[in-house]
Every structure is written in structure tokens, then in C-alpha cells.
């Protein structure tokens, strides 16, 4: 049996987790704005901006759930190397959460909090091909300030999902990465379609 490979983190460690850090505060505060997260590389089947948001957020007090699709020894030898985190086999039980835009299924299992503790619930990170190239939706809600367009290539079924397991204060906050970018799309979003 081989050992899985480790990958290096940031170049920076303090400097590329502060600026990181920063564009994620930026993306979930102005839902739907493209921020770039190209402090780190790839690993295995993770995205950089994915990878780096797991090395901004992650840590041994988070407990993370990774989809089958990004769930190999390689990703959590090197998770548990760099946040030393718990991956967690039951998504009923993650505080964070990677899956793709194919496993959608899963939403319904993360934890929503509730309307008295709205911070118990999961974030999840859905890892697409692309930031853009689907059907247009409209975003309003806090940090944005009329309205707001975006084309993410994702299928009706999520925005259904997202419906459902969303009833504010109380729901699932999400970032969108792709590639170097990020977006967010916190709870107080309210999405309509054209």
C-alpha cells in the first residue's frame, strides 16, 4: 500500500491565510462577486480556490465532510497534515462540507441550526467547472445593494435544494469555487430566476 503524497500548502503561511481569509469574508459579504483564491495549488481533485479555502477555514475543531467524489486518502492525508481536522463519515454531523455540483442529494443531510442557534449549521463548499455558463439568477439580500446577476452551472434541482433547506435565519451558507475563483452565497440570499 502507498503512502499518500503530501502537497505543499501556502508558500506564505500567515500572509496567503490572511489574504485568503480576506476574500472569503468578501465573497460571503457581497453575495455573487467573483474573488480570486490563488494562494495555493491544487490537491488531487480539489481546485486551488477549493484547497484553499479548506487551509483558511479548516481546523481541529471543525468537523469536515467530503463527497465521494473528493474524498481519497491523498485529500485526507493531507487535510489532516495541514488543519488537522476530523473528516467525518456522517454529513448530519459536518460543520463544513466539499461536494460537486452533481451531488446535490446530499443538502438535505447537512445541519441547518436553528432559529435559536442559526450558527450550528453547515457551510458547504460546491466545487464547479466553471463560475459561470448557466442559467441567469438574480441575487438580492444583504451586500447587495439593488441587485445582483449571476450565471452559475448549476441545475434546477440545486436551487430547489437550496430552497428547502433555507429558512433564514436558520439554513446552509454556500461557496462556489472554481479553479482560482470563489463565490458565496450566504443564507440571507434571496434568489429569483428570469
Not at 110 to 115: A, E, I, K, V
Not at 140 to 145: H, L, M, S, V
Amino acid at each position: 500500500m502507498t503512502t499518500p503524497v503530501l502537497v505543499p500548502a501556502f508558500a506564505d503561511p500567515v500572509l496567503n491565510a490572511q489574504m485568503s481569509f480576506r476574500a472569503a469574508l468578501k465573497a460571503m459579504s457581497e453575495p455573487g462577486v467573483v474573488e480570486q483564491a490563488d494562494y495555493t495549488d491544487a490537491l488531487d481533485k480539489m481546485h486551488p480556490a477549493t484547497f484553499s479555502l479548506a487551509l483558511t477555514l479548516f481546523d481541529d475543531g471543525t468537523r469536515v465532510w467530503l463527497s465521494p467524489a473528493l474524498d481519497t486518502p491523498m485529500a485526507r492525508a493531507n487535510l489532516a497534515f495541514h488543519c488537522a481536522c476530523p473528516v467525518v463519515d456522517d454529513p448530519q454531523q459536518a460543520d463544513l462540507a466539499i461536494i460537486t455540483a452533481t451531488e446535490i442529494d446530499y443538502l438535505a443531510q447537512f445541519p441547518c441550526g436553528t432559529d435559536r442557534d442559526p450558527e450550528m449549521s453547515c457551510t458547504v463548499i460546491v466545487q464547479l467547472d466553471s463560475l459561470d455558463g448557466g442559467r441567469e439568477v438574480v441575487l438580492q439580500g444583504p451586500g447587495i445593494e439593488s441587485q445582483r446577476t449571476v450565471t452559475l452551472p448549476l441545475s434546477e434541482p440545486f436551487w430547489s435544494a437550496r430552497e428547502r433547506v433555507t429558512d433564514f435565519p436558520k439554513g446552509l451558507d454556500f461557496f462556489m469555487t472554481s479553479q482560482r475563483q470563489l463565490m458565496a452565497l450566504p443564507r440571507s440570499t434571496v434568489v429569483s430566476f428570469l
